[in-house]
């Protein structure tokens, strides 16, 4: 019997081979956190040790509330550059560089072969790249600082074979929050999903992204692709240290296959309040929006954002309608300026803002009123998640958010491509 | 954690969730562990929380823990003494809560759908085994470091012990 992918990064780290629910102790090779690295110091000073085992494995990148809306923010972000400093940590990105999984990706950290720890739920995002990455709880993260290490059972795999093209005005997200809804936001609890098949090949990295992202929303602890030559082409000058790339072995076992054709699909949106609260844009169209987000760590590369501009260009966004732009990093912000998008935005009366979460978690730089629906291209829309409890978040691809923003109203993006 | 323990069963069913095993009104109320685990399990067993003896042991169904990250939901048990979990299968994170706080949490289909309410059973971790009077079954056996993480009481403790000894 052949190995999946999960078995195989596990056995190498373990040094023997390893099955499905076994728990071994592993030491991941990169371990993220964010603006709540403060709280985690916190955590780590109560071990009783001065220095951080591996300080080089640690990457932190400050995104969630940057620049820093109230001084507690300030506070945390200060304390932060102190530890830093202190324990010399060299992998730390400050408030102008991006949101952490993109950062992480772009900076040659998220590598083929890897184990990657972190303390934000969409750690998984680097399974794009063919890593296994999961979210961890912060005393985890705090133990691991210290010492080095943490125990994970190894998972069971759920293996999606992606078929079909992409109709016109279907993207890599409507794909996702389609998968969401069919298989629920508990489908894949604890698994690893595998994604593959010839859309999974023709997906770009960003693409691929999108997906391993979102894997977090229907329970799993990781989402990979395995890698090709577009991952290698991605990571060939910026890889941070040596990587192995580790597949699937044909005969492998997985605990279930499940196969989604998507050539007859239309846009998806996910409704309040849960993810997998996923309907055709057909039966939600004409809903009223006071807001829209494009960006975001699922949804805020330049691939994204030229969808949305391909529509935006040459409109205005409805009256009345707020429209935020976030890029994922300065990087992609730099790209989209150079490709003419921001202007693009900003002529259609989007306010354009600095790389970083924004108002993804309600923290600040547009949150929603009592009342107000937004539609964004983010991954939650959970009670509260931007603002108010009494708002309401509709999910979608780019380019519906950017169809939605011009008719005040939720739209199907085809009309406009 | 003892190499091996002895316990009385209390049985329950499929998606034993977080609020039942730790009712949200009392989240942010700041009680003491005492006190959390007086409300354990209130909603679903109002007999457990009177009647549960420390080191008894739970079995349920499938996805035990599902729904808040809530760590309550496991200082209740914890604090109620309950010496293991056995279920069909556990939400993600309320497994990885249960280990860290030093409650050992066992995966086993066949023993869930066998053991009865209120029969003494015995875990053999050593040797990954449940013993009924009848049956045996097998689970893999933690590894030495996680056993070490178990014995500690948990993650906290254990990253101190460890810390202290280096
Ligand atoms: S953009 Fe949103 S989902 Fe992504 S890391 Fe930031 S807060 Fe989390």
Known sequence: MGETFVQKVFSRKVGKKVIPSEIVVVEPDFVLSHDNAAPISKIFGKFGVEKIKYPERLVIILDHTVPAPTEVEAGNHKLIREFVKEQNIPNFYDVNTGICHQVLSEKGYALPGKIILGSDSHTTTYGAFGAFSAGIGRTEVASIWATGELWMRVPETIRIILKGDLPKGVYAKDVILHIIGEIGADGATYKAVEFTGELA????????????????????????????????????????????????????????????????????????????????????????????????????????????????????????????????????????????????????????MNPGCGPCLGAHEGVLAPGETAISTANRNFKGRMGSREAFVYLGSPATVAASVIEGEITDPRKYL | MADKIKGKVWKYGDGVNTDVLYPGKYTYKNLTPEEIASHALEDLDPDFSKKAQKGDIIVAGKNFGMGSSREQAVTALKYKGVAAIIAKSFSRIYFRNAINQGIPAIQSEQASDAIENGEIIEIDFKNGKIITEKREFSFPSFPEKMVEILEAGGLVEYTKKKLGKN
């Open chain 1, 201 to 352: 090949d023709k997906f770009s990295i960003a693409s691929r992204m999108v997906f391993s992202n979102m894997a977090a929303e229907m329970g799993a602890k990781a989402g990979y692709f395995h890698p090709d030559d577009k991952t290698i082409e991605f990571i060939k000058d910026i890889a941070k240290a040596d990587y192995e790339i580790l597949k699937s072995d044909p005969d492998a076992e997985y605990e279930k296959t499940l196969e989604f054709d998507v050539s007859n699909l239309i846009p998806q949106i996910a409704k309040p309040h849960t993810v997998d609260n996923v309907s055709p844009v057909n039966e939600v169209e004409g809903t009223k929006i006071h807001q829209g987000l494009i960006g975001t760590c699922t949804n805020g590369r330049v691939e994204d954002l030229e969808e949305a501009a391909k529509i935006l260009k040459g409109k205005k966004i409805k009256e009345g309608v707020r429209c935020l732009v976030f890029a994922a990093s300065m990087q992609e912000y730099i790209k989209a300026l150079k490709k003419g998008l921001i202007e693009v935005f900003a002529k259609a009366g989007c306010i354009v």
